[in-house]
């Protein structure tokens, strides 16, 4: 062939092919085939594809074949076999009586066909009566001699979903997918029963069951690797038992997967607040507001942590915004009355304090810390009530007796002021500040300037 009829064969079939969407080939092997003009080439690399898997590809090929030759029963056989691999058993069989009609030497795939349909209704059949390893087998059959069909695969499932097998329910419908990754059915299954694995998990952890839990995250995952509620929950049990290097790993297998979940970017905040590095998590906290812009306990988390590194006026702005966002969020009043304690600005900590307090009467930090600011602006009798309601709630809470002792001693009560230090003394979080207060007591020369 001249290089002249050669460019002008390649320039028909190239715009034949980029006209028409419905054979837009893989971009990989377009050239190869723009050259067939042979339905019967066109059908052996139809079904070449159709073997690899790649079934676009392949029903391309055959529908190019039959707008070259509308009477090649081979082509519409290969379309029948196609619908098999799609688990679409009515497309088949339209396709099989059809290749039929044209070539009666396809009597027998159309046979086969039919076979497919009955062992499935015996298989349904044997269901309904209870008789669920004679169904089993039913399916089998058709695997026999149909291994691509995933509605066999599909149908053992929902088998042992009747059986309450739900390991085996998931593990057919896994296997449906691998057989056709598109089967919505068997991916409705498979979610179906990740999520009772997810659900299981869930109680699990409530009862405080971690080892069950975890079994049933990772059995959830066992069967889709991308089901990433189950990596989620495994991060935040991590978390909690202090693995933080696991919980973060979980936690990103989240984003890989699902890179919009703010629950997750505000989670792996949390995790990389508690490990000390604040600057990794303001920045998961900012995604979570970018994500979900009414996030509550990411703005007030931020807050937080523009306060602890001493970023005042990026913590009023965070927190000022949370609390417009929701006026009933006590956690945003409670952090902002805190800015302002750092601040030394007691008058703006007791009004924000007050009203987180409010809105939310059963957090002993509330009170520890609008009992702070009212023995920063000496107003005793008020600390004394807000200290005494934050130990009635945490009773063995150093803070709290710590503050009430700070009153009592503002209010020459030294007597019970050191009793109130002696409690506070039994917190070891709060020991030595007691035992300074309590030789305040003691060698009260010591402090005077």
Not at 93 to 104: R, S, T
Not at 168 to 193: C, I, M, S, W
Not at 238 to 262: M, T, Y
Not at 321 to 336: K, N, S
Request: charged content about 30%; glycine content about 6%; some cysteine.
């Amino acid at each position: 062939m001249s290089p002249k009829i050669l460019f002008k064969y390649l320039l028909i079939f190239g715009i034949l092919f980029s006209q028409d969407p419905a054979y837009n080939l893989d971009d990989m092997k377009k050239n190869e085939y723009q050259l067939l003009s042979n339905p019967e080439d066109l059908l052996e690399k139809g079904n070449i594809e159709l073997d690899s898997g790649n079934i676009l590809l392949a029903e391309q090929l055959f529908n190019k074949a039959l707008s070259l030759d509308p009477s090649f029963a081979p082509a519409i056989k290969g379309l029948s076999k196609l619908s098999l691999h799609k688990g679409d058993l009515k497309k088949a069989n339209e396709y099989a009586i059809d290749a039929v009609q044209k070539d009666e030497d396809f009597r027998e795939w159309s046979k086969s066909i039919t076979k497919i349909s009955e062992n499935i209704q015996n298989g349904n059949r044997n269901v309904q009566q209870g008789l669920f390893d004679e169904a089993i087998k039913s399916y089998e059959l058709i695997l026999r001699d149909h291994p691509y069909f995933p509605d066999a695969e599909f149908y053992k499932g929902l088998t042992r979903f009747r059986q309450k097998d739900i390991e085996g329910a998931a593990e057919y419908f896994k296997r449906a997918l691998e057989v056709y990754p598109d089967h919505q059915k068997a991916r409705k299954g498979l979610d179906n029963v990740t999520k009772q694995f997810l659900n299981a998990g869930n109680k699990s952890y409530k009862r405080g069951d971690i080892t069950r839990a975890t079994d049933y995250y990772e059995k959830a995952l066992e069967f889709d690797s991308d089901f990433y509620l189950a990596y989620f929950q495994l991060g935040v049990l991590q978390k909690k038992q202090g693995q933080s290097k696991k919980a973060i790993e979980s936690l990103r297998k989240v984003l890989e997967i699902k890179p919009d979940h703010d629950k997750t970017w505000f989670t792996l905040g949390t995790a990389y607040e508690a490990d000390g590095n604040n600057q990794d998590a303001i920045v998961h906290y900012s995604k979570a507001i970018e994500i979900n812009t009414g996030y509550t306990k990411a703005y007030g988390n931020l807050g937080k942590l523009y306060t602890d590194i001493g970023n005042y006026v990026a913590a009023e702005d965070r927190l000022k915004t949370v609390i417009q966002i929701d006026p009933e969020y006590a956690d945003g009043f409670m952090r902002l009355g805190i800015l302002y304690l750092e601040q030394e600005r007691y008058k703006d900590a007791i009004e924000n304090l007050s009203l987180s307090i409010k809105l939310d009467k059963k957090d002993f930090n509330k009170f520890f810390n609008l009992a702070s600011a009212y023995n920063n602006v000496k107003e005793w009798d008020k600390a004394i009530m807000a200290a005494q309601s934050c130990i009635d709630i945490k009773k063995r809470f150093g803070g709290g007796w710590l503050e009430l002792g700070i009153a009592e001693m503002g209010k020459k009560n030294k007597t019970r002021a050191k009793r109130h230090f002696e409690e506070a003394r039994k917190d070891r979080d709060w020991r030595k500040m007691a035992e300074r207060k309590i030789d305040e007591i003691n060698n009260p020369s010591k402090y005077e300037k």
